[in-house]
């Protein structure tokens, strides 16, 4: 009965000291951070830097300016994909009326979910896989200011140093109208138009 008892014993001290050990070598907090650190995934861009400032389509009394400015982006969305991102606004004068206009100063300088108001443009030519991103066209999305709701994905094309091109098409979104009003097909503004890079005095 002694020896029974004494090989007991043993066999706990036995099993506290590996299975102890191996409860302290994989604590959970050790586990989590490192799961936090895989969960981040980097964005690759390219080219942005080209692509920020302002660009303008001008037509007799039509002017239509549009304002991007590069800054940091965190996305989560099951992992966290952090990068970087075009934002910016726009300006649009027809016959004389100022229809739409922007303040440079009220673009954020992030984009992430702690950014309540988001402007009404955003671009990025940004893909997880270096191989797919393409430094001479960029995914826009855009939001119509004045068709409250109504928004819409394009592309910015590189055409030269100086000119770019945009291309929207026809939105998806919920347009909040009026009573009497009717819906409305297409945009407040111009959507297939060449830009030229308008140069900062």
Not at 37 to 44: A, F, G, I, K
Not at 103 to 127: H, M
Not at 130 to 157: A, C
Not at 164 to 186: A, F, N, P, S
């Amino acid at each position: 009965r002694k020896r029974n008892l004494y090989c007991i014993v043993l066999f706990a001290i036995f099993a506290n000291v590996v299975f102890g050990q191996s409860t302290i070598r994989y604590k959970p907090e050790l586990k989590d951070s490192l799961a936090q650190d895989v969960s981040r995934v980097p964005v690759y861009t390219e080219n942005l830097d080209f692509y920020a400032g302002t660009w303008e389509y001008k037509n007799g009394d039509e002017v239509f300016r549009i304002f991007l400015k590069k800054v940091p982006e965190e996305i989560h969305f099951i992992k966290t994909h952090y990068g970087e991102i075009l934002i910016g606004d726009y300006y649009y004068k027809k016959g004389g009326v100022v229809l739409d206009q922007y303040n440079e100063e009220d673009i954020p300088n992030i984009k992430n979910r702690q950014v309540v108001a988001s402007p009404p443009i955003d671009a990025s030519n940004g893909s997880i896989y270096k191989q797919y991103v393409d430094p001479l066209r960029l995914r826009i999305h855009i939001y119509d200011k004045r068709f409250n709701g109504k928004g819409s994905e394009g592309f910015i094309t590189y055409i030269s140093d100086a000119q770019i091109r945009l291309e929207v098409g026809e939105g998806e979104g919920v347009v909040i109208l009026e009573e009497g009003e009717e819906d409305i097909e297409g945009f407040s503004f111009p959507t297939d138009v060449v830009l030229t890079r308008k140069l900062e005095r």
